[in-house]
T-cell receptor
């Protein structure tokens, strides 16, 4: 099955700086890569996703890049704000079953 | 519109007891998923429904776990003879069920604690 690794496990950034989270996947058949944000006591919330037919996608301060050859994808958050503090999960799928990374705890320092 | 809802939000039970966890998907979503999230980890797939039938239950850890979706909307995850290792957050997600891989929307989860 699919195996997704996520780094770093924790990330502390100064407000206004950028944050980058990286994930690798094992199954070359995977073609869908969502990113979720999870706040304490809440369920994961989709923030952006990318499919294998594109290499980059951007939505305001959030961008995701995909390198299918290397089997890795990254989340970029620019101009970080305190409300960006949360746990972020990457996931990969080729059908309906999402395989998640272990998560990155992002702390934005004011 | 309303998102995915799950009840109860918290459930504390004793080892050996039976529990039921309920999920109400987004209206009109034909696909429904259950995941389990242990502390400090990402969600892990348990089961996938397309309509009323379980299309894939390969993630259920053993035969103490069972899930139903009799009318193609609400789903119930049932755990028999609970064990302390079953303690986790159980997440439900739904999607429109269109062709290919489509976006899954998660509920807030049920935190299950087995004493």
């Amino acid at each position: 099955g699919e195996n997704v690794e996520q780094h770093p496990s924790t990330l502390s950034v100064q407000e206004g700086d950028s944050a980058v989270i990286k994930c690798t996947y094992s199954d070359s058949a995977s073609n869908y890569f969502p990113w979720y944000k999870q706040e304490l006591g809440k369920g994961p919330q989709l923030i952006i996703d990318i499919r294998s037919n594109v290499g980059e996608k951007k939505d305001q301060r959030i961008a995701v890049t995909l390198n299918k050859t290397a089997k890795h994808f990254s989340l970029h958050i620019t101009e970080t704000q305190p409300e960006d503090s949360a746990v972020y999960f990457c996931a990969a799928s080729y059908d309906y079953k999402l395989s998640f990374g272990a998560g990155t705890t992002v702390t934005v320092r004011a | 519109g309303a998102g995915v809802s799950q009840t109860p939000s918290n459930k504390v039970t004793e080892k050996g007891k039976y529990v039921e966890l309920r999920c109400d998907p987004i209206s009109g979503h034909t696909a429904l998923y259950w995941y389990r999230q242990s502390l400090g980890q990402g969600p892990e797939f348990l089961i996938y429904f397309q309509g009323t039938g379980a299309a894939d239950d390969s993630g259920l850890p053993n035969d103490r776990f069972f899930a139903v979706r009799p009318e193609g909307s609400v789903s119930t995850l049932k755990i028999q003879r609970t064990e302390r290792g079953d303690s986790a957050v159980y997440l439900c997600a739904s999607s429109s069920g269109g062709p290919g891989t489509d976006t899954q929307y998660f509920g807030p989860g049920t935190r299950l604690t087995v004493l």
